[in-house]
């Protein structure tokens, strides 16, 4: 392989990795702590061993022993879930723990078969139970052949949330939350699906200039090529006057070398924006990003099916493959625009053709990743990515249209 495409490749791979593992190490193993089984058999370990205040805690139940445990929902039971806090160093009972409301919210019962584990969460009530920075725990009473078990959970560390993320929150989070809030208000059925698309579209609208400048800038750099393999020619052993007569054809050329990464880096936080809101469902534990004029609405309306999808899960089967099928079409679609572009002008050799080589290597490889993407994270993130992309094709097909009705193209052809 090519040196150049070599380099290029492993360039990709890592930065793609790094976004990638990023999102995955903050989701499942940022600070997790692994379950160690206590005597009685049974362990309630945190999924992550440290929380910002807003963010859902999941706790990993384990049942290591020879017998049918049960957990009756304290909404059924009251005492089968008592919740503390350390102040100092004694546990005192969380007074937002009381799960009143059982009638409007409600906290799931668990069986766990022998040698069976799962996820338990308090989606419902953990907005007035985790309001305070510390060190949180529960104990639950479990019911079994051999009697009533009353497990603690290790210990949960709550923090405040610092400057980045409440910046974040403020500009991305809280205004992408309250708009998917009112579109879920306002649509047939309160459909998460169907007000996901809504507010991806307002997104890819939003941006559609910043977008439509950066896909011709990435045209133009492609129709430049035989001029940048001409300055590599004359000053290919001077690289610091290669630099600079590149940048000057650039400036000549009113062209931004940089331009065309900005549609990926304008939709990074949109996307980790939607990925936070969604990723652990529309429930009680995200008002707090509520504005006043939505504070009276009621989140429990959501509907996360739609159409074969639960968007609060991941999708391993259909979704992935139609994220990744459209990722290819639009690569393929970006290819097509680039032989049409710059064929004419020179044959595909040297720096075009290792351009066209890159772009062949992307065409296998970024949809792929993606549909891994999709298949990892809930399927309301690979709702967006799916619209998002179908959008840029369209955006692609508009701006491969007015190319080729552009003056100089048309003598080309």
């Not at 409007?104 to 584990?117: A, C, H, N, R």
Request: contains cysteine; aromatic residues 12%; charged residues 20%.
């Amino acid at each position: 392989m090519n040196k150049k495409i070599s380099e290029f490749l492993k360039s990709f791979l890592v930065w793609f990795a790094i976004f990638y593992l990023g999102m995955w190490a903050y989701s499942s193993f940022f600070g997790k702590k692994e379950v160690v089984a206590s005597q009685e058999m049974i362990t309630i370990a945190p999924e992550r061993g440290s929380l910002t205040l807003g963010n859902l805690a999941r706790f990993k139940i384990v049942n290591d022993s020879q017998e049918l445990i049960r957990f009756i929902s304290p909404c059924e039971k009251p005492g089968s879930l008592v919740i503390s806090r350390l102040v100092n160093n004694q546990k005192v009972v969380v007074s937002g723990s009381s799960f009143e409301n059982c009638e409007q919210k409600k906290v799931e019962s668990v069986e766990l078969s022998p040698g069976t584990s799962r996820f338990f969460s308090l989606k419902d009530f953990s907005a007035q139970i985790f309001t305070e920075s510390g060190s949180y725990s529960l104990s639950m009473k479990f019911e079994a052949a051999s009697g009533v078990k009353i497990i603690e959970s290790e210990s949960i560390e709550y923090e405040n949330p610092g400057a980045f993320r409440r910046l974040f929150r403020a500009i991305v989070s809280k205004p992408l939350f309250n708009l998917l809030v009112f579109f879920i208000e306002k649509s047939p059925n309160h459909s998460l699906g169907l007000s996901i698309i809504i507010l991806t579209i307002l997104v890819r609208l939003a941006l559609f200039f910043p977008n439509q400048k950066a896909m011709k800038s990435q045209r133009r750099l492609q129709q430049l090529q035989p001029k940048i393999e001409a300055l590599r020619a004359k000053y290919g052993k001077n690289q610091q006057a290669l630099a600079l007569k590149t940048m000057e054809l650039y400036k000549t050329e009113k062209i931004n070398p940089m331009s065309s990464c900005l549609p990926m880096l304008f939709q990074m936080p949109f996307l980790l924006g939607i990925y936070f809101v969604v990723k652990d469902g529309l429930s009680e534990h995200l008002r707090f990003l509520l504005y006043p004029f939505n504070q009276n609405v009621d989140l429990a309306m959501v509907n996360s099916d739609f159409l074969w999808l639960n968007l609060e899960v991941p999708d391993i089967m259909i979704l992935p493959l139609l994220v990744g099928g459209s990722q290819f079409l639009a690569v393929k679609l970006s290819m097509v625009a680039a032989k049409k572009t710059t064929i004419k002008k020179a044959p595909a050799e040297g720096m075009a053709g290792q351009m066209e080589q890159m772009q062949k290597i992307m065409l296998y490889v970024l949809p792929v990743m993606l549909g891994v993407f999709t298949a990892t994270f809930p399927a309301a993130v690979g709702i967006y990515w799916l619209t998002s992309t179908l959008f840029g094709i369209f955006q692609q097909k508009l701006v491969n249209w007015q190319l080729e009705r552009m003056p100089e193209v048309r003598r080309k052809n």
